[in-house]
């Protein structure tokens, strides 16, 4: 079992930042993916960022390279978004997963994760 919380979310300007986070317990180490959905309402939810937990590689969605950035934090088994330069079609409910380590698109699949946390609103003001 896998418990993941997410906290962090919140209201921000266009151009603002704001910092997601996700506390982990259960199965935290070894060959494992922490990622970052959202889903917006009326929307599919739709693959933000991953992290490959053992070799930090990272994975972004288009829209948000170079504005969001992963990262975890091993001794206090924690994920963290970073998002930069926001933008009004950032708003959507941010979603932590875990999922056992995989390789190629499927790292993008809502479907591919295991465990996934309560969710984060993330508001966007223009």
């Known amino acids: ?5 997410e906290s ?42 991953a992290i490959n937990w053992s070799h930090r590689r990272t994975y972004y969605q288009d829209s948000v390279k170079g504005r969001y950035t992963i990262t975890r934090d091993n001794a206090k088994i924690m994920v963290y978004l970073q998002m930069n330069s ?5 708003t959507a409910t941010y979603y932590c997963a875990w999922a056992p380590a995989m390789i190629g698109e499927v790292i993008k699949v809502p479907r591919a994760y295991t465990y996934w946390g309560q969710g984060t609103q993330v508001t966007v003001s223009s």
């Open 86 to 90: 926001l933008k009004p079609e950032d």
């Open 8 to 49: 962090g979310g919140g209201l921000a300007q266009t151009g603002g930042s704001l910092t997601l986070s996700c506390a982990a317990s259960g199965r935290t180490s070894g060959n494992i993916v922490m990622a970052w959905f959202r889903q917006a309402p009326g929307k599919e939810r739709e693959f933000v960022a």
């Open 1 to 5: 079992q896998v418990q993941l919380v």
